[in-house]
């Protein structure tokens, strides 16, 4: 399993860049296993172009983020404390060929909600709490995306703009001043992992290429939230 970059470790990219590419992480045997038990959030994901909450509706969503490969790119970032808190399912394809702009990943899922200082604003989505936290949260956090098929420059693959994850959460002005910055695509075979900060800048085109580009997005965290708030997921 090797970094995509000249030198350095995973941590070091991820510090650096906000994100790392390690090549032939997951074994084809065990993505082909995967996609059988995924049937039917692929199903809906294929229509509507992703489908939520996939490590409680998917037992082998669990499994996957607790396969050492996967959860080692977590721990290398995060430490061994780490636990999965959410996971969703994307894939483009003729019928859901989609198209998203630079954003970051600024809310998480809880169980129910509960006013608190520094949280908000809130949400509901599919009939769960989100609300995007204190940074300090984001910080302890990190997404692992796995990729159920080879994604090149046709199939619409994550474009990011390095090092944007060091600044917090970005206003207008800062994104528009982001939008200017050299931006890198991330191509990644079948059974690689795309490590990234949830900070971090990122868009993706729509694919050009009539095929899948399915990518199971799971999501870690190494820290407890106060005042009773729950994470909706922890595995």
Not at 54 to 66: K, S
Not at 136 to 149: G, P, S
Not at 220 to 235: I, K, N, T
Request: aromatic share 4%; net charge neutral; with cysteine.
């Amino acid at each position: 399993m090797g970094i995509e970059r000249a030198s350095g470790t995973i941590a070091d990219a991820v510090e650096r860049d906000g994100y790392a590419v390690l090549r032939d992480a997951v074994a084809a045997r065990d993505i082909d296993a995967l996609l059988s038990e995924l049937d039917g959030a692929a199903r809906v994901a294929a229509v509507r172009g992703g489908a939520r909450h996939l490590l409680r509706d998917v037992p082998a969503v669990r499994a996957l983020a607790r396969a050492p490969a996967v959860r080692d790119a977590a721990e290398t970032i995060l430490g061994p404390g780490c636990f999965a808190v959410r996971a969703l399912l994307f894939d483009k394809t003729a019928a859901a060929n989609w198209k998203v702009a630079w954003h970051q990943d600024v809310t998480i899922a809880l169980r129910a909600r509960v006013d608190t200082p520094a949280y908000g604003p809130w949400s509901v989505k599919e009939g769960v709490v989100h609300v995007q936290p204190p940074d300090a949260v984001l910080e302890r956090m990190v997404a692992v995306r796995v990729h159920l098929d080879d994604c090149g420059p046709q199939n619409g693959p994550l474009r990011v703009l390095p090092g944007s994850h060091r600044h917090g959460k970005l206003d207008s002005a800062g994104l528009a001043t982001w939008r200017s910055m050299p931006q890198q695509a991330c191509p990644v075979p079948r059974g690689g992992l795309l490590v990234m900060h949830p900070l971090l800048l990122h868009a993706s085109s729509a694919a050009e290429a009539a095929a899948h580009r399915r990518v199971v997005h799971i999501e870690y965290a190494s820290v407890e939230l106060p005042h009773g708030l729950e994470w909706f997921d922890r595995v």
